[in-house]
């Protein structure tokens, strides 16, 4: 079955820029979407088709595709950008990555 | 305005039933994909089942397929997901979440409701 690495966690000091990966064989050949989740919440949609934005989300969030890595950047990151991030393609049905808990410093 | 808000959740005992809801608006429910996805406590996200907007196509994940069944009424525009067997590791926050076209496949989720709790137990 088709799995999704990223890493368990990730920090970043206030202000600074925050990498979240998402790994795969191949991975670069799908379209990767990202969500966010903050405690007690439902996920939101940050980046969708690998570089996209929805309506509402910063500019601070952007995303990147290529080879075996899927990759979200957070810049100039804030204590709101605190959550788990998880990453989402689909190979014959929905797969989610394990997410990823974003601490800011 | 669109909103997606999910009922039916509660305590149930392994190999009972029981039937989420998903009352959607603020959208052309019938032109949309619906699925849901739950989140055991702790864990990450797992997608459980998938409908196309008409109803005619549905998909679902290997943990559940037999035991659950997703259906909707466009003319309610309500999502549905019927819940057999239940067993301990189906217990999760149930999340009903919308997809940006009316094909399940190839496609992503621009709005989530905020989860209704199933919990089996005895």
């Known amino acids: 079955s088709y799995e999704l690495t990223q890493p368990l966690s990730v920090s970043v000091a206030l202000g600074q820029t925050a990498r979240i990966t998402c790994g795969e064989n191949n991975i670069g050949y799908k379209n990767v979407h990202w969500y966010q989740q903050k405690p007690g919440q439902a996920p939101v949609l940050v980046i969708y088709?690998?570089?996209n934005r929805p309506s509402g989300i910063p500019e601070r969030f952007s995303g990147s595709n290529s080879g075996k890595t899927a990759t979200l950047t957070i810049s100039r990151a804030q204590a709101g950008d605190e959550a788990d991030y998880y990453c989402?393609?689909?190979?014959?049905?929905?797969?989610f990555g394990g997410g990823t808990k974003l601490t800011v410093l | 305005e669109v909103q997606v808000l999910e009922s039916g959740g509660g305590l149930v005992q392994p190999g009972g039933s029981l039937r989420l809801s998903c009352a959607a608006s603020?959208?052309?429910?019938?032109?949309?994909?619906m699925s849901w996805v739950r989140q055991a406590p702790g864990k990450g996200l797992e997608w459980v089942s998938g409908i196309s907007g008409s109803g005619g196509s549905t998909h679902y994940a290997d943990s559940v397929k037999g035991r659950f069944t997703i259906s909707r009424d466009n003319s309610k525009n309500t999502l549905y997901l019927q819940m057999n067997s239940l067993r301990a590791e189906d217990t999760a926050v149930y999340y009903c979440?919308?997809?940006?076209?009316?094909?399940?496949?190839?496609?992503?989720?621009?709005?989530w409701g905020q989860g209704t709790l199933v919990t089996v137990s005895s």
């Open positions: 088709r690998d570089s």
């Open positions: 603020g959208f052309t429910f019938s032109s949309c994909a």
């Open positions: 989402q393609v689909w190979d014959s049905s929905v797969v």
């Open positions: 979440a919308k997809h940006v076209s009316s094909s399940i496949w190839l496609n992503y989720f621009d709005y």
